[in-house]
Antibody, heavy 121, light 107 residues
């Protein structure tokens, strides 16, 4: 059974950074691209970017290129997203999501449970 | 970016009723469309991919159709557990984009 287990809620001060993890199990981690998606309170879904864990290659939506950094550790089957220079606009729930096939341009077949990031002084 | 216009924004229906949610893309997305269900406090769950393929384990009362720029999700015989928000997503073109969502409630 495919499972994506995300780390717990985070509180970050304005201007600081937070790092969220997503531990994958039930499949070969390096065979699938991992995406990250943002959902602001009461809002819709925004794609942030993806990482190919096998090669470490990444791609980001234009809006998140200076905000998010995606990494992956194949020894622990864990993907990470770091959000930097936090502002109130970054307060949201962040999801990791695995694609349906190995392709980056694909639907999101499995999702983590989400991690709430709250930016507060 | 491709814009996804989803309608209606909210919907109220009775148990057993058939419900249809629409999604219109700003250009042809060649069936590169998925539908997700999200219950309050939970993550989105895939229902349909490639416009009309049912994801593993999804009840057959859910179905997807459409082509070109117009797509729809149909729920037959509405059940109480179908109360949720529904989102469409196009992944045909970079970057993938989502509709704003439809909130489905029981009448």
């Amino acid at each position: 059974e495919v499972q994506l287990q995300q780390s717990g809620p985070e509180v970050g001060r304005p201007g600081s950074s937070v790092k969220i993890s997503c531990k994958a199990s039930g499949y070969t981690f390096t065979d699938y691209v991992m995406n990250w998606v943002k959902q602001s309170p009461g809002q819709g879904l925004e794609w942030i970017g993806w990482i190919d864990p096998e090669y470490g290659s990444t791609d980001y939506a234009e809006k998140f290129k200076k905000k998010a950094t995606l990494t992956a550790d194949t020894s622990s089957n864990t993907a990470y997203i770091q959000l930097s220079s936090l502002t109130s606009e970054d307060t949201a729930t962040y999801f990791c999501a695995r694609t349906g096939t190995g392709s980056p341009g694909d639907w999101f077949a499995y999702w983590g449970q989400g991690t709430l990031v709250t930016v507060s002084s | 970016d491709i814009q996804m216009t989803q309608s209606p924004a909210s919907l109220s229906a009775s148990l057993g009723e058939t419900v249809t949610i629409e999604c219109r893309a700003s250009e042809d997305i060649y069936n590169g469309l998925a539908w997700y269900q999200q219950k309050p406090g939970k993550s989105p769950q895939l229902l349909i991919y490639n416009a009309n393929s049912l994801h593993t384990g999804v009840p057959s009362r859910f179905s997807g159709s459409g082509s070109g720029t117009q797509y729809s999700l149909k729920i037959n015989s509405l059940q109480s557990e179908d109360v949720a928000s529904y989102f469409c997503q196009q992944y045909y073109n970079y970057p993938n984009t989502f509709g704003a969502g439809t909130k489905l409630e029981l009448k």
